[in-house]
């Protein structure tokens, strides 16, 4: 059941009715009970893993919290966090290292004893099993108590707007609202739908245009050259903030709705300064996850420089690593993993600086935007081989673009039509003014500050790019969704 989808969208308005009607004190009964139907909705037969991993974490949170030495304690949640990693590694890399084998094998002349097969990736498992294993250190490090009830911990990994692509939250922050009775405020209800809809915005009338263009180009990638590489590359850029950063929005405005708050997970990366800045704007839930669960315990950078590079690279590694089991993933994450270091010798150097001066500003931005573009190019990519062509192919015949005949059979033989083209310019366009308006205020906090005709524009226009412009037959499911 896809957001993008009419099921889904009949499906929420019939939750968000029965949720208010119903009496407040089986609000959290009936969350279950909707979160679990949806979970199926996808392979009925992977509901039991999902309630497997909960009733596991469920129960390891009580003994590391009644666990009375510290050492036994440390061993519950080791034993813990073993259970779900390794469900996780079976599930989701155990194809991944079975093929790197193979691969070895085949390099070396030799036979692989180990047949093909293949293993369903069961949706969401990487957000709910990181959100669970981060319920368990918290608790382990004693920053709150456990949940009693295996249905309220149940309905707290499953909660249906977030389980699928997250943001992974924090148990203290996230169990105390499942509870606690909700009444219909016309304040949350208009909020969570504004925000679905800029949401639905971004998916449908951005990221899945879009990716029409990605994937032919990056499906075949030796067909092309220079500026359909270099103009494909960009438009995955844009492309995945937009499909993830839609998801995320959608998934804070249904819960919004319900009277539930969910994190931000994105706060306009694409204006960052620097790279750790955009790790400070970018999937922030995960950023935080790795931050105080990995890179942190590491040493984080309380060690010596050579120790802090070394902390980088694995955490970012293992960044990699969490998004897909393919190198191609481990080069994306080692990519940022050198970004840091080079930050961090730059910090060094030259001490950490404000950008005062809007030139100076402007200026680090581009070149973030241009070093996390160039990474994301090993994301999208089939293979190495294939990342490794797009990268060292961007520039070929650039010059050609002064030819006006080159151009149009560039732009013209990506997938999408010149009009297309067009139209996803004004869309982007749209979307970088809003962006840049809520660099300073909230979008749609904004919006209510204004006069009505001033807010009736923004949602009329965006309402009409969304039935206009959006791509219903055939949308693609979220990116995330694969991870």
């Known amino acids: 059941m896809l957001f993008n989808s009419l099921d889904f969208i009949i499906f929420f308005l019939t939750v968000l009715f029965i949720y208010y009607i119903i009496p407040g004190r089986l609000q959290w009964y009936f969350i279950l009970a909707c979160s679990l139907i949806f979970y199926m909705s996808w392979r009925p037969e992977l509901i039991f893993l999902l309630l497997g991993i909960s009733f596991i974490n469920y129960i390891s949170g009580i003994l590391i919290e009644s666990a009375g030495a510290k050492q036994l304690k440390k061993r519950f949640l080791i034993f813990a966090l073993i259970l779900d990693f390794g469900l996780l590694a ?44 981060g319920y368990l250190i918290d608790i382990y490090r004693g920053d709150y108590k456990s949940e009693k009830d295996f249905f309220k911990f149940t309905t707290f990994m499953s909660f249906f707007p977030q389980i699928i692509a997250g943001p992974i ?12 009775p909700k009444k219909l405020k016309a304040d949350n209800l208009s909020m969570g739908i504004k925000v679905m809809i800029w949401g639905y915005f971004k998916k449908v009338v951005i990221a899945d245009r879009l990716s029409v263009l990605v994937s032919t180009v990056y499906s ?21 903030y ?44 995960l950023s935080s996850w790795f931050r105080d669960y990995l890179y942190i315990p590491l040493g984080g950078n309380r060690v010596s420089m050579p120790r802090q590079w070394l902390n980088y690279m694995i955490t970012f590694a293992v960044s990699g690593l969490w998004h897909g089991a393919n190198w191609t993933y481990v080069v994306w994450g080692g990519l940022h993993g050198l970004y840091q270091i080079i930050g961090n010798i730059k910090y060094r150097i030259f001490g950490r600086r404000e950008h005062k001066n809007i030139i100076v500003k402007l200026f ?31 520039f070929d015949n650039i010059t050609a673009a002064a030819n006006i005949q080159y151009l149009y059979e560039v732009f013209n033989g990506m997938g999408l039509n010149l009009y297309e083209l067009e139209l996803m310019g004004i869309a982007i366009i749209f979307l970088i003014i809003c962006e840049i308006i809520s660099y300073k205020y909230e979008t749609n906090e904004l919006m209510t500050k204004l006069p009505f005709i001033f807010r009736f524009a923004f949602y009329y226009i965006t309402a009409v790019m969304i039935m206009g412009m959006g791509v219903f037959s055939g949308g693609g499911e979220f990116i995330y969704f694969q991870f």
């Open 364 to 394: 680090s931005i581009l070149i973030t935007f241009i070093l996390v573009s160039f990474a994301w190019i090993f994301f999208e990519a089939n293979n190495i081989s294939d990342g490794i062509y797009v990268a060292t192919h961007l």
């Open 220 to 240: 075949s990638p030796h067909e092309y050259e220079g500026l359909a590489l270099l103009f494909a590359t960009l438009c995955f850029t844009i492309q995945i």
């Open 90 to 133: 079976i599930f989701k890399y155990l194809m991944f290292i079975s093929n790197t084998f193979a691969w070895l094998y085949e390099i070396l002349g030799m036979e692989y004893p180990v047949g093909s097969f293949s293993i369903v990736l069961p949706m969401g498992i990487s957000f709910y099993t990181f959100q669970a294993a």
């Open 242 to 285: 937009c499909d993830f950063s839609g998801y995320s929005d959608i998934a804070r405005g249904c819960a919004k709705a319900m009277g539930i708050d969910l994190i931000n997970n994105f706060d306009r990366p694409y204006f960052a300064t620097s790279i750790r800045d955009f790790w400070r704007r970018w999937h922030i839930s």
């Open 169 to 180: 939250e924090r148990g203290n922050l996230m169990l105390p609202q499942l509870f606690t």
